[in-house]
């Protein structure tokens, strides 16, 4: 069956500091990956998405994700938070029917 | 409109009355989606309009739930005889189409509580 696991319900960092937020899906072919963000408040925007070719994917705000097919991951990465990057991030993969498939989320908390 | 556009925004409703939710989507978006986000949970699919094709029902939880859309614009989520498990945003979401090209874009939901 196909599924999307984030095993983090909850990360906390200090400003400043690098994030790494992972992903691991369960899919028979080639995915179509997709992280989201939903601050407080707000709806979801999508950061990223990878379909194809390179495996390693810029998104809005300063993140990236990397596709890696062998861990069947697709972990988001970001090199240096702010406080406004607090918020809860979701990953997802789309389906054969065209829906989206998604993690629980997990909540970035960010330390002054 | 620029983006997808729900309302109510906020919505308390008694149990066991009727509610009703709205969705506009992106002009010209054929694709459209209902999700229920309840309260430090994931995203749950819910139904999935695409064209002038059979909706995609499979995620609906129970017949109290029900949806509609007009051709390729306004859809209305229904719920009949809400229970207090009903309390959640519901977040509404639409795509050109369903290529893997088309980035779907989400409404801000509506944060329906039951009391």
Redesign the interface.
Known sequence: AQSVTQPDIHITVSEGASLELRCNYSYGATP?L?W?VQSP??????LL?Y?SGDTLVQGIKGFEAEFKRSQSSFNLRKPSVHWSDAAEY?C?V?SS?????????TKLIIKP | GAG?SQSPSNKVTEKGKDVELRCDPISGHT?L?W?RQRLG?????LI?F?GNSAP?KSGLPSDRFSAERTGESVSTLTIQRTQQEDSAVY?C?SSLG?S??N???????SWLTVV
């Not at chain 2, 949970?41 to 699919?45: A, K, N, S, T």
């Open positions: 179509y997709f989201y408040g707000q709806g979801l925007q999508l998405k379909f979701f997802a789309r029917n065209y829906q989206l498939i998604w993690g629980a989320g | 997808v694709a989606y999700y949970q994931g995203l749950e699919f999935y695409q995609d977040l979401a369903t893997s090209g980035t779907i874009y989400f409404g801000e939901g």
